[in-house]
């Protein structure tokens, strides 16, 4: 800062103080980079990021949940969380997030549906943090996902463990004798009534030469 004395006009004296500004404009410069890249790992993030109160009232939503589920921050801040999760895995998200506040948290992924902006839903991979004793924070953290190729695959299993357990069921139904093979004459099924004919139980005969199962164990 510069101050001086003027007498009729003219200045007489000038004297000032001058402080090095440079260390603090480094800091606000470094601070202002940390800030950037903690803004932009949220952003670009693979996961939703979503912030509740303890009543699970939206506080924020993350550009990244946003790409997820398609709703903007200000179209959803204030409402209840639990309004945007299908109803058959609403009352799993409210338990889980009972735990979570109260600290006896032991599964920390739950999986379930997200409603979209678009009125579908996704099949997420949830993760609940409560930080509620962290004074920059304040809140309870919530991380999602997409779950679709996980639960596509678990359910393309579930429908093809079905789909043998009703061709055994078939198999062992009838009073002929049935066996399978791939194109190697390796046996992929063998019934009940030609294990009751050979003796020889399926264990033995699975995922062996059809020929070198008769000729080794069956003696008529």
């Known amino acids: 800062s510069m101050s001086g004395i003027i007498e009729n006009g003219f200045l007489l004296r000038v004297w000032g103080t001058q402080q090095d500004i440079t260390e603090k404009r480094k800091i606000e410069l470094k601070l ?39 709703y ?15 109803p058959e895995e609403r009352d799993l998200a409210i338990q889980s997030f009972k735990r979570e506040i109260a600290k006896e948290q032991n599964v920390k992924f739950i999986s379930i549906r997200l409603l979209k902006k678009n009125g579908e839903y996704l099949w997420t991979m949830v993760r609940g943090q409560n930080m509620l004793d962290n004074p920059a924070v304040g809140k309870i953290a919530i991380y999602f996902s997409d779950d679709t190729l996980r639960k596509s695959t678990e359910q393309a299993l579930i429908n093809s463990e079905k789909k043998l357990r009703m061709q055994s069921t ?6 002929d004798l049935i066996v399978t093979t791939d194109l190697f004459i390796k046996v992929t099924s063998w019934n009940k009534m030609i294990e009751k004919v050979t003796g020889i139980t399926e264990a033995d005969a699975i995922d062996r030469n059809f020929q070198e199962v008769l000729k080794t164990d069956y003696s008529p």
């Open 32 to 70: 202002n980079e940390s800030e950037q890249f903690y803004r932009n790992l949220i952003a670009e993030s693979l996961d939703g990021i979503i912030l509740t109160d303890i009543d699970g009232k939206l506080d924020f939503i993350s550009p990244s949940a946003t790409t997820l589920i398609g």
């Open 72 to 86: 903007e921050e200000a179209e959803i801040k204030g409402a209840n969380i639990f309004e945007y999760i299908h």
């Open 170 to 175: 078939i198999l062992n139904s009838v009073t």
